[in-house]
């Protein structure tokens, strides 16, 4: 799944640590992206997407909730869905950061109204700042990850309670 290249008639160099090279094979399988490049020096790693097909269909990253299927009747009984609330989950693997900069104040705060489409959050994912949105207009009832903690791909990160 995955190539090392030095270049000709240069000296080798250190390879990437195995825990980045797992977190940048993970990202690719966790996402509809083809292929990721990540260059360190003249070190460069490719990791590709395999071309076979899937038997299932996986979601795709997107800023639209993803609500698994609930484990049990059990778990279905008190999942916020079924209470009317809508979930705002993690497209991606990152960090979590609340406001747009440290010392400011966060996007939003539990019992804001926000509307649909506006910022709730930043997740850092590979340096790169991703601004997730709200699914719908409504009311924030909890905010489920910490500020500046890491976060998982499709992992809950707020709770809204949609507009009637």
Avoid: W
Avoid at 93 to 118: H, I, L, M, N
């Amino acid at each position: 799944m995955s190539e090392t290249s030095n270049r000709a008639g240069e000296s080798p160099q250190k390879p990437l640590p195995l825990d980045e090279v797992e977190k940048i094979v993970d990202l690719v399988k966790r996402s509809d992206v083809g292929e990721i490049q990540v260059r360190r020096g003249e070190l460069e790693i490719t990791v590709k997407a395999r071309a076979e097909p899937l038997l299932s269909a996986a979601p795709a990253i997107s800023h639209h909730k993803a609500v698994p299927e609930p484990a049990s009747e059990a778990a279905q009984e008190f999942s916020p869905k079924r209470n009317g609330l809508c979930e705002v989950r993690s497209p991606v693997v990152g960090t979590f950061y609340r406001s747009p900069a440290p010392g400011e104040e966060p996007y939003v705060e539990v019992g804001d109204r926000v509307k649909a489409g506006q910022t709730l959050c930043i997740i850092e994912a590979m340096k790169m700042m991703n601004e997730i949105p709200a699914d719908v207009s409504g009311e924030v009832v909890e905010v489920l990850a910490e500020n500046a903690e890491g976060v998982e791909y499709d992992q809950p990160l707020f709770y809204l309670r949609p507009e009637e």
